[in-house]
């Protein structure tokens, strides 16, 4: 029965992610016919430059893959999957499970987005399960989407990838700067903290006040079994076998990782792009029995990455035609004569917000819209950490009611976006609030 449900789950996901690759095929047209209107290039000019910049953002696209990929094997290793399932004891009502769901899930999209995406969906099953086992009801629809809203913080935290790459060196963001932007000033900012723990207040007292409580309309968990562990062939046959069964191979570079990083960050290094995922693959090393679990993981893991991985050539070549055609500095004019120094930064995020339904990856849209909001933050004098957490925001905002990401924790979840979109959209309206808010008076 569970395989029916995720099967069913996939096979929508695989439909919505088909959709988001072709909104990333229209948008290169698209993008294509205004730099041929809004300047002087020619069609042979607007595929020459879209062809160069496809290879353009290839340690990018890597470093993007390896955040989903690491967060989504990081949050099956059984260490995870056991914690998980005693934090699902703790809550002792239905309300008290949606706010406990939302607050973990929130906690674990700060540490990396991949990681939150799928605790929130293991946990509300599991919380579903104790609480049937309790004879409480709980409305199931409810605490997936408590799972999901978790994920409107992720790009206030540690793996944000639009402040990481204008902190990592040699990114195209870091170039057009001309020097990273630390993250002290962006995620690490006393604002954005601030901004973050109001958001998730915020929120959570929005799913408190529209949680069901008549239990004519609760809708509990219809699966029996539990969401089971990764298969691990560990068959022992071999002299080889018994190295990949051995928890030494794993444990010896976890160590070495972990020491890399110390090395690093006393050395004075900063927080990057590369940083976060060795220090996600480090802790994997650590947490995982031996090379054939790690084996199965990654198996499991690769398939929630594919598709994704096809769109982001696609950004930069985007990103390619309206560098290279100009279009960039004319889009870059217009909205500078719409904003001032004042209201830069919330139409920025509105924009970001906007984007977000045609470009539903916070890598790629920082690759197409970065470029663009940082050019008009120098003509208006605007701090650029601004211009990138504004386009971090609505990013992370407009998540809210675009099912891209909410895929994997439906899948895990055996749920459709209308079963939870109503309330998502309420935590769109309610984080929308902060985010703007949070823009104007920093901007004052």
């Known amino acids: 029965m569970r395989g029916s449900a995720t099967q069913g789950s996939a096979t929508q996901g695989s439909a919505t992610q088909g959709s988001a690759l072709v909104f990333a095929i229209a948008l290169t047209f698209i993008v294509g016919v205004l730099a041929l209107i809004f300047t002087d290039a020619g069609p042979i000019q607007v595929v020459e430059e879209w062809g160069i910049g496809l290879a353009g953002l290839l340690e990018f696209i890597t470093q993007m893959a390896l955040i989903l990929f690491l967060g989504y094997i990081l949050a099956n290793t059984r260490p995870a999957r056991k914690l998980l399932r005693r934090l699902a004891t703790v809550p002792r009502t239905a309300i008290q499970a949606y706010l406990f769901v939302f607050l973990v899930a929130a906690l674990a999209s700060l540490i990396t987005w991949g990681l939150g995406l799928v605790v929130g969906g293991l946990l509300a099953r599991e919380v579903a399960h104790v609480f049937r086992e309790r004879a409480i009801p709980v409305h199931f629809p409810m605490l997936v989407a408590a799972g999901f809203s978790g994920f409107v913080v992720w790009h206030m935290g540690y793996s944000a990838s639009g402040p990481l790459t204008a902190a990592t060196p040699d990114s195209f963001v870091a170039e057009q700067l001309g020097a990273p932007l630390p993250v002290g000033e962006t995620i690490f ?9 109001v958001t998730i207040a915020v ?10 409580r008549d239990s004519a309309t609760v809708v509990p968990l219809k699966v029996d079994a539990r969401e089971a562990d990764v298969e691990i062939d560990d068959a022992v046959e071999t002299p080889a076998d018994r190295v990949d069964a051995s928890r030494i191979p794993t444990t010896l570079i976890g160590l070495m990782l972990v020491a890399y990083l ?7 290094g900063t927080l990057t792009l590369d940083v976060v995922n060795w220090s996600f693959l480090g802790l994997i090393m650590l947490l995982v029995r031996s090379p054939f679990e790690l084996i199965a993981l990654t198996k499991q893991a690769a398939s929630n990455v594919g598709e994704i991985l096809l769109q982001f050539p696609l950004y930069a070549g985007i990103l390619g035609i309206m560098a290279g055609t100009g279009l960039m500095s004319v889009i870059s004019e217009a909205f500078v004569a719409i904003s001032t120094p004042q209201t830069f930064a919330l139409f920025a995020f509105l924009s970001a917000g906007l984007v977000n339904f045609f470009v539903p990856s916070g890598g790629g849209q920082i690759a197409v819209q970065a470029p663009i909001l940082l050019e008009a933050a120098e003509t208006l004098s605007v701090d650029p950490a601004l211009a990138i957490m504004a386009v971090a925001y609505g990013d992370q905002w407009t998540n809210m009611i675009q099912p891209f990401w909410a895929l994997p924790l439906l ?34």
């Open 189 to 197: 900012s006393t604002w954005n903290i601030i901004a973050c723990i």
């Open 203 to 212: 929120v959570a007292l929005a799913l408190y006040l529209v949680a069901p």
């Open 262 to 268: 110390i090395i690093h960050f006393s050395g004075g």
């Open 411 to 444: 899948a895990i979840a055996g749920l459709k976006m209308r079963d939870i979109l109503s309330y998502t959209t309420i935590v769109l309206i309610a984080s929308g609030l902060v985010f703007g808010t949070t823009l104007l008076i920093v901007s004052m």
